[in-house]
Each structure stands twice: as C-alpha cells, then as structure tokens.
C-alpha cells in the first residue's frame, strides 16, 4: 500500500500544490520533520522533506508519517478523526479552526491562507511573515504583550479541526457502511525543538523533538469515552521499504517504540514516541500537570493501550491496521482490530499493551519477525470526557537514539525518556530551570512543582541502581521494595523529608534475579513504578 501512496502523491503533486494543505519543515536540530497543517508528517523524497535524523546520514528514514487520532462518543454513536496511510492527505482532519460551529474551510474558505503552519525560530521578529501574521486570533500562543511565545528555539503551529465531513480521507474510510463521524473537536498543534547537532551521548536535546496537543471541544455536546492516540509509521532503515521495523511498548516510560535488530545496514536504531503528559482526569489527592502548572485534585493519563502494527497490508491481527471506525474503537480499548482480548502468549494473562516485553533482556512479549514497511504503532491514553468547551493537552516526545547494536540504542533510548519524564516542563519547553529559591554551599537551590517517583536507572540493573524523587511539599516519606507477590524486601527511605529532590541508591546484592517493585508514600501522594534486577 505504501509504494501506491508514494506513486499517487508524486502524481498528484500538481493537485497539492493548489490545495490548503501547507507543508512546514522543522530543521533546527538532528531531526527534520515535514509537518503539514492537517495533523500529519510525510515523508518526502527530496532534500528538504521527509522525516531524517540527519546524524545517520541523507536517506536514513526514522518516520515516514505520524499524527494524532481523537475517537470517543457522541450521544452514543462513536465519532472520530484520523492521520493513516491515505493518498494525497494522509489525514480526516481540516485545515485550521472551528468558526461560529462550521468548519473554517466550509464557512470561511477565502482565510485559506490562515490556516497554515507558522514557523518561527528564536530571533525571528516582524521580518519573519509567519511572526508578523502570528495567528493568535485562532489561539497561537502568545506572550502578555501579544508577541508569538518561542518554544524551544525553532516552533511550528497549526490549527485543525475534525469536523468537516468532506475531507478526502474522511471519505477514504466510510467502507462497508462503517461510516466515520465527524467531531466538533479543534486540535492546536505545536511542535518544537531545541538547537543542536551533537550525538546524543552529548546532547539529549539536539535528536529530540516535543509536541504538544491542545485538544477543544467546540461543539454543543458533550463527547465521553474520548481517547487520544499518535499513530505513528515508523522507519528505520535505509532502504527505501524497510523490512526490520520491530513494534514494541514499555509501560514503566509510556513509551511506544520501533527497533531493528537483523535489518540490512550495520546500524540499529532505536525510534520512540514518549507520552510525557497524558490527558487529565479528575482524581482525589493527586496533581495533574497542564502546560507546567499545577492542577490539584487531577492526574495525568498515562499510555492506556498499545497496538502494534507489523504491516499496513496485514489484514489480521495482531499486527493489521485499523481501516474502520470499529477497529479503531477497539484498539482504543486495548483490544485486537476484531474485538477479541489481548492475550500475552508468554504467561497467559490479558494486556492492553501488544509486545510490552523487553529486547534488551530478551524477556517477555517480543515481537522479533520481519515486518512490512508499514510498521508502527498506535499508543493510546483514555478514556476521558470533554464537556462543551472543555480543553485536554496532551505532551510528547519524538526520541531516537543509535548505539552500537539494537541493544544500546533501546537502552539509550529509555535513558532518554528517563531524563525527560524527570526534567520540569519549564525547563523542556523554554529552556528555564526551575524556580530558584535560593543558594545554599555554592549550589542553586530549586522547589518542586509536583511529587514525582522517577523511573530507576540503570534499568535492569545488577546489583545497585538510582531512584530518583521529588517533593513539593514537606512531609514524612517512605519508600519500600516489594517482590512479585506483595513481600516488602527492603525499606530505602522512611523519615520525614523537606522540599526538595532526592536521590537513593539500592543495592539489591541480597535479592535474587526478577521484576521488583518500588513505592513512594508521602503524605496523600502514593506512586509505584516496577524494576527488573538480572545477575
């Protein structure tokens, strides 16, 4: 199916070209991205299109296409809008915002122009047209006096929205009387990066790239059951339809991720998609991060559900595809395309996560076949509800990484996501540490914004390794390793603790090999997270 995509595209390039569709390249750093402004990224064979990780080199594909998919209900009837393999667009979504409850490109279509990508690099001032046409009318983020707000040192925005039934993908998808609804939901899109070029043993920021969804409801309905996913087409190959795209999920970093272990070059990168802040849900005693700030009472979704994809030709699970609005609602829920429960072969239990073992240690569900050039994945967080008008958010991560074989680059890959799960949004959106307080022995001295229970590292770990956590409030804390079954094994911290952040070093020379688990209780936040110790 990707080579017909690829022939149709180029035939119809003439098409495009008069079409609303705006294409935006993001080149600051290691990664160059080929965004358009209905949601998805193409790849593009020329120099300056495609998704490249420059540190390979020219043709090293690591995304061939990605976007976002919102599916939920609407007075029971289940309604969504998708970014897949689909000629010309690749996308169900509209250019730019819902007006006056029409879609812009229906009730406004002589603003085309408007709703395009806006690019703007640090520096950029009224000389740039995107900065001096900045699009804060239809809700581009902006400074107090009105200027464009610069995330990391080069931003592209989009608006779009899914509730224009003529999009050509839309259509593309209503088959066999499984006809796809539309949604009064707006998305704002940003995506940014830092400026950089060294390897990423250097410079964690100079092969990453973070985008931020804000997701509107704008119709006069509420919509419940909503998920949020990014699919995405991951490539990792040189060849031109790569062969050795390996799905596989870890859910102690909600990270969804492709790895190449026999592919034909004598590199084997690693290429994850981080969801560092979920959509937000009510939840007593806990705090939810929206935009760096602080919600009480709220928790952030983590990854809910992952399907793997082996090939956009599969037709079956459990590696096919979604084409239809039931079998995106079912791998929304973390069920197969057909409906049937996710069964991991390597103990017999159910999952909502297909290959959620781990390559490194060679335990668990792993997938390790050949794939198709459609190989990817979709990682989901929900279910969540959007009243009318309501706002959800949701951050992540593009993260590749390249080691010296596939086992490295997976490690240096977590370690990645690790860095950036534990880094204050502040910091990775404007380049800001966090709030100074103070300077105590030469040291500046930082308060936390939320509680936290970092993932340990190194992980799997023999015999000692880090865990990392944070407090915004004073209290009395512990913090104790569990086995498998519920026995405490050890207790690593128990005393009352300032504000401030930690770090603790286990030593596990006593314990035997397997999966362990690490818990946090400081006073209404409780937080667990799992740790595999291999001899």
Same mark, same amino acid.
């Given at each position: !199916? ?8 180029? /035939? ?16 600051? &750093?290691?990664?160059? /991205? ?16 495609? *998704? ?145 070029? =060294? ?30 996913? =990014? ?8 060849? #031109?339809?790569?062969? %050795? &795209? ?8 909600? =990270? ?19 969801? =560092? ?7 007593? *005693? ?9 919600? &009480?009472?709220?928790?952030? /979704? ?76 979709? !990682? ?5 509800? !959007? ?58 001295? #930082? ?63 006593? /314990?035997?090999?397997?999966? %362990? ?5 400081? &006073? ?6 799992? !740790?595999?110790?291999?001899?």
């Amino acid at each position: !199916m990707k080579r017909l995509i690829l022939i149709m595209t180029i /035939l119809s390039s003439t098409i495009l070209a008069q079409s609303p569709v705006n294409y935006r390249i993001l080149d600051i &750093n290691n990664i160059r /991205l080929h965004l358009n402004n209905i949601g998805g990224l193409n790849y593009s064979p020329s120099s300056e299109g495609g *998704g490249y990780w420059l540190q390979l080199h020219q043709d090293s594909i690591i995304v061939f296409d990605q976007g976002p998919w919102v599916i939920g209900k609407i007075n029971r009837r289940i309604s969504g809008s998708y970014v897949e393999w689909f000629i010309r667009t690749s996308s169900s979504f509209s250019p730019g915002p819902i007006i006056n409850g029409v879609p812009a490109m229906q009730s406004q279509p002589q603003d085309s122009t408007l709703y395009r990508i806006y690019k703007i690099s640090r520096g950029d001032g009224i000389g740039n047209p995107d900065y001096r046409d900045w699009s804060k009318s239809f809700g581009a983020p902006v400074n107090i006096d009105g200027t464009p707000k610069i995330y990391g040192d080069q931003m592209l925005w989009t608006v779009y929205n899914a509730l224009d039934a003529n999009t050509k993908s839309r259509i593309a998808w209503n088959r066999s009387g499984d006809s796809l609804k539309v949604m009064p939901v707006e998305i704002h899109q940003l995506v940014y990066a830092r400026k950089g070029t =060294l390897p990423d043993n250097q410079d964690l920021f100079s092969n990453t790239v973070f985008e931020e969804f804000t997701i509107i409801n704008k119709g006069d309905t509420d919509i419940d059951s909503l998920y949020f996913s =990014l699919w995405a087409d991951v490539d990792i190959n040189t060849s #031109f339809f790569p062969l %050795y &795209n390996e799905p596989a999920s870890d859910t102690t970093l909600d =990270l969804g991720y492709c790895w190449d272990k026999t592919g034909s070059t004598s590199y084997h990168p690693a290429v994850g998609y981080a969801l =560092l802040y979920g959509p937000s849900i009510q939840s007593t *005693g806990n705090t939810a991060i929206i935009k760096g700030k602080i919600k &009480n009472n709220y928790k952030n /979704l983590s990854m809910t559900a992952f399907h793997g994809i082996i090939d956009d030709a599969d037709p079956v699970p459990p590696g096919n595809p979604a084409f239809t609005t039931t079998q995106a609602w079912n791998i929304a829920r973390g069920y197969f395309t057909d409906g049937t429960l996710k069964i991991d072969p390597t103990n017999g239990r159910p999952t909502r996560f297909t290959w959620d073992g781990d390559p490194v240690s060679n335990t668990g569900w792993i997938l390790n076949q050949n794939t198709g050039g459609g190989a990817g994945f979709n !990682m989901f967080a929900g279910p969540f509800t !959007m009243t009318r008008g309501d706002t959800q958010w949701v951050m992540m991560a593009l993260v590749p990484a390249l080691g010296a074989d596939y086992k490295e680059s997976i490690t240096m890959m977590r370690r990645k996501v690790a860095l950036l799960r534990s880094t204050p949004y502040d910091s990775l959106a404007f380049g800001k540490m966090p709030l100074i307080v103070g300077v105590k022995e030469n040291k500046l001295q #930082f308060i936390p914004t939320s509680y936290n229970l970092y993932q340990n590292f190194p992980n799997p770990f023999n015999p000692t390794t880090t865990i990392n956590y944070q407090l915004p409030i004073e209290g009395f804390v512990t913090i104790k390793v569990y086995d498998v079954i519920g026995r405490k094994v050890a207790t690593l911290v128990n005393e009352k603790k300032s504000v401030g952040y930690y770090k603790i070093n286990f030593d596990s020379s006593k /314990l035997t090999s397997g999966v %362990y688990i690490y818990t946090i209780t400081a &006073n209404n936040f409780i937080q667990s997270k799992k !740790m595999l110790l291999m001899k």
